[in-house]
């Protein structure tokens, strides 16, 4: 399928501080792309320039064949965006900030805006100043969501929001991708990205590291796993089973420490035969998988490959 | 600088300190160095009947002498100037914070609500006592520069100096802790708002309690009244210590009034917040859709341009208001002296002097140093604080969510201007009505073509002002923005009102717009330098439009 984002050779930078170097992806009509990386890697600053709010200092980006830059009018016809971070008049109401948006993007569907609204079960006749930070984030979704865009940019989608009305949102993500569109979003939640993405992007210091479909980097996703048996342990019997790694003994002998890459039923077969009698994991966090998969020299051997 | 919050606060002040101390002090000793010229050939009857007709202006007690001149023409006059910045500040001292959500992160610290407001309201204290260091330093500057061309009649005393300095310091913080208090009732632009309009009305009571025979039981209700009272600069007058202190006791309760306050609100409510309570609660179970396709209905919210003046049109109202009311009342003013102003003229012809040259024989004259000379000044700064609220919101990051919808750029910059413009030629149309309605009143006899052209001579003034504003928003911090507009205002309008003391060559007063304006009452409305001023503020604001529409949109500080 044709691609709706290309993002050519995109380099920002701020004085002296980075921005993003040379990055270069594509995000093709109809997919869910997530845009992953620590804080400060540059997602917000490739989003904001992808919206013309931003201009590249060389290369650049183009959505559905129109520049980001010179023609970001008609650019943000076709964009539902939602900011990591906003303010708008504090003195607004919710209802009045969603009537104002809306008229300025020449009308919108008043009938879906409502049903937004009561999905995410925001109240919107607040003022914006007394919004938590979670409905101020509602506030946003809705305005993302309700002209039906094309194409959906989201900044950290899910931030503030609680349990349930996360769930929504993945529902609303759902149908607007089921009704055709597109939707690329940053995240540091890898969780969130494997439930929600079909590719990642990984970005670090303002560089890609990988693009991948997202089942590959369900790889990259690892468990720390602490096995206790009742007599002594052997390395030996994880030896040739899928994804175990770094097998060590500790806890008098009685204990294994492994690494476990991917799918853990072949470890758990194992562990089971030999009567494991107590099992803890623990996942590591974003950061670490970054330092581990994609520290600079890493990153510098697995270049962007799409 | 950052152990204490009085000491970190006072840090936040420090540009502040400069440039009002020097700016303030600079003026005053202006009038000092060019007093030779001010009084030439004028006798000190005649001066202290002049001053006599203007007392509505300043206190005229021995106005005769160079320091009773000076405290005329300027001293009444530095309370107002500095009180700006002090209401301000005192509106912003605990509000600023509150709204931008810091104030939580400060008082999660062992740091107890107490501790935090008074060190604040010592902090805006020595910055304003140190204004007055400044202010007094430069006074005593122009005592000497003075002494020099009048040595008989001008003595050079620091305590002087200083005192009348610290004696305006204290009456402009009389507005910093009236602007507090409020704040404590309503957010930080309602009490910065009200505790301008209280300071307008204490210049009125005072101004007319001094030139009204028989107001002058209005005089003790203002606290200028109390600041009137010291005269260091006079000779043989001195400070009236009574007076001073009762002042100091007046700043020292609204600020204690404060505190309590303070400390038993909510952060980032108001005090009343409670009370009113009850009424918002009802009109919350109203369903959504209800809610939304009232929203729907407004006016307001169909454009940048419509929801500009929404979010403007309280300020944009009472400014336009009070600026008619204030010129109407000029009028009337003008119309009680009148006779014997005109008569003083016709017997000195150098007295024209101090006002520009105009001659004030006639109505239109009359009116055109009174009421011409001062308004116009004040359309100019009516134009370049409701363009501020573009640079503000540029520096907050509102504009995020906007220009992600499919508007350009120059769209935007347009439509926010364009608010801009519809205020002002509101506000033109609005203050010439009112001049030719209390003339009738007051049975003045005006061309009312000849008003309505002075009236929108004033036009141009505001919208280079606003323009000047949009050229440089995003470029620079927004606190830098005001102070260069306020900087571009004090030096067009004091090189026109001054011009004959200045002898600048033609080019450069040209160059002010308060002299291209020139004195459209008496000459009728100068064309050329009118439609030349439109092209000026056209052509700044597309410099604005250009630089904004090329440039990165800065995220801002994002406000909780």
Redesign the interface.
């Known amino acids: 399928m044709a691609s709706i984002i290309s993002v050519d050779k995109l380099t920002k930078r701020y004085g002296a501080s980075r921005g993003v170097d040379n990055v270069s992806f594509e995000v093709v009509e109809g997919e869910v792309f997530g845009f992953l990386g620590p804080n400060g890697a540059g997602k917000?600053t490739t989003i904001?320039t992808l919206?013309?709010?931003?201009?590249p200092t060389s290369g650049g980006a183009t959505i559905a064949g129109l520049d980001c830059w010179a023609q970001?009018?008609?650019v943000?016809?076709l964009?539902g965006?939602l900011?990591g971070?906003?303010?708008?008049?504090?003195?607004l109401?919710g209802?009045?900030i969603?009537?104002?948006?809306?008229?300025?993007?020449?009308g919108v569907d008043?009938?879906y805006?409502?049903k937004l609204?009561?999905r995410l079960e925001?109240?919107?006749?607040?003022r914006f100043r007394d919004y938590s930070?979670g409905n101020k984030q509602k506030v946003?979704l809705v305005?993302a969501f309700m002209h039906r865009p094309r194409l959906l940019i989201m900044d950290e989608p899910t931030s503030g929001l609680d349990p349930l009305n996360q769930q929504e949102f993945y529902h609303l993500l759902a149908e607007a991708k089921a009704s055709g569109s597109t939707a690329f979003l940053s995240s540091h939640n890898l969780a969130e990205v494997e439930h929600t993405c079909d590719r990642v992007g990984i970005i670090r210091e303002g560089q890609l590291a990988n693009v991948d479909a997202v089942h590959t980097l369900k790889d990259i996703q690892h468990h720390e796993m602490e096995l206790t048996f009742p007599s002594a342990a052997s390395a030996d019997w994880f030896s040739g089973v899928p994804g175990a790694r770094e097998v060590s003994v500790n806890n008098g002998g009685r204990g294994l420490r492994l690494t476990v890459q991917g799918d853990l039923s072949g470890v758990l077969q194992v562990a089971a035969q030999h009567g494991a009698i107590n099992l803890s994991t623990r996942e590591p966090s974003l950061e670490e998988i970054f330092l581990r998969y994609y520290a600079p020299e890493a990153a510098a051997a697995a270049p962007a490959n799409r | 600088m950052f152990r204490t919050i009085f000491t970190k606060s006072l840090r936040d002040y420090r540009w502040a300190i400069l440039g009002w101390g020097i700016g303030i002090g600079l003026l005053v000793y202006f009038y000092y160095a060019t007093i030779l010229s001010q009084l030439a050939g004028t006798s000190s009857a005649q001066l202290q009947q002049i001053a006599g007709q203007f007392a509505f202006f300043g206190e005229t007690v021995r106005a005769d002498t160079p320091g009773g001149y000076i405290t005329f023409k300027i001293m009444g006059f530095l309370p107002f100037v500095l009180g700006i910045w002090t209401l301000l500040a005192g509106a912003r001292m605990t509000r600023g914070e509150e709204?931008r959500g810091a104030l939580d992160i400060l008082l999660s610290t062992p740091q107890s609500r107490l501790g935090l407001v008074v060190q604040k309201v010592l902090a805006l204290a020595a910055a304003t006592a140190l204004i007055s260091v400044l202010m007094g330093v430069l006074i005593l500057a122009g005592m000497a520069s003075a002494k020099a061309s009048l040595p008989n009649s001008v003595t050079v005393d620091p305590g002087d100096a200083l005192l009348a300095a610290v004696n305006g310091g204290v009456a402009a913080f009389f507005f910093g802790a009236l602007a507090l208090l409020l704040a404590q009732f309503m957010g930080r632009g309602a009490a910065a708002g009200w505790a301008g309009g209280l300071m307008a009305l204490s210049y009125v009571l005072e101004g007319t309690g001094r030139a009204v025979n028989g107001a002058s039981w209005l005089r003790p209700f203002s606290p200028l009244y109390y600041y009137d009272q010291s005269l260091p600069l006079v000779p043989g007058h001195g400070m009236s210590w009574g007076a001073f202190s009762l002042l100091v006791a007046f700043c020292v309760i609204l600020a204690a009034a404060a505190v309590p306050l303070f400390l038993r609100r909510d952060v980032g409510r108001s005090v009343l917040a409670d009370v009113t309570l009850g009424r918002a609660g009802e009109?919350?179970t109203?369903p959504?859709?209800q809610?939304?396709?009232?929203?729907?209905r407004?006016v307001?919210?169909?454009?940048?341009g419509l929801?500009a003046l929404r979010?403007q049109g309280t300020a944009m109202f009472w400014w336009i208001l009070v600026l008619s009311v204030f010129a109407g009342y000029l009028v009337v003013i003008a119309k009680t002296t009148e006779k014997q102003i005109a008569d003083l003229i016709s017997t000195n012809p150098t007295f024209q002097k101090i006002f520009s040259g105009a001659d004030i024989g006639t109505n239109a004259g009359f009116l055109s140093v009174i009421v011409f000379a001062y308004v116009p000044i004040i359309v100019a700064i009516f134009g370049g604080i409701m363009a501020y609220r573009w640079p503000t919101d540029l520096d907050?990051?509102?504009l995020?969510?906007?220009?992600?919808?499919?508007?350009?750029r120059w769209r935007v910059i347009l439509e926010r201007y364009s608010a801009v413009l519809g205020a002002t030629v509101v506000a033109t149309l609005s203050i010439w009505l009112a001049i030719v309605l209390f003339a009738q009143a007051a049975g003045f006899n005006m061309d009312v073509g000849r008003l309505a052209e002075a009236s929108l001579g004033m036009l141009p003034l505001a919208l280079i002002t606003a323009s000047l504003v949009y050229a440089l928003a995003g470029l620079l911090p927004p606190s830098l923005v005001i102070g260069i507009m306020a900087a571009f205002l004090a030096v067009s309008f004091l090189a026109d009102l001054l011009r004959n003391l200045l002898n600048l060559p033609d080019w450069a007063l040209n160059l002010s717009m308060f002299h291209q304006y020139g004195s459209p009452v008496l000459t009728g409305l100068n064309w050329g330098g009118f439609v030349g001023m439109l092209v000026v503020a056209a052509a700044l604001l597309a410099l604005g439009g250009w630089q904004f529409s090329?440039?990165?949109?800065d995220?801002?500080v994002?406000?909780?």
Request: zero cysteines; proline letters at 6%; a positive charge.
């Open positions: 917000t904001r919206l013309g709010l931003l201009r970001s009018t008609a943000k016809r964009v965006y900011p971070e906003f303010t708008l008049d504090p003195a109401t209802a009045q969603l009537a104002y948006l809306g008229y300025l993007r020449g008043q009938g805006v409502t609204v009561e925001l109240d919107p006749s607040k930070r946003g305005q | 709204d009109a919350r109203r959504a859709g809610v939304i396709a009232q929203a729907q407004e307001w919210v169909r454009s940048i929801q979010r907050k990051g509102r995020e969510l906007p220009l992600s919808t499919p508007q350009s090329a440039r990165d949109i995220r801002g994002v406000e909780s």
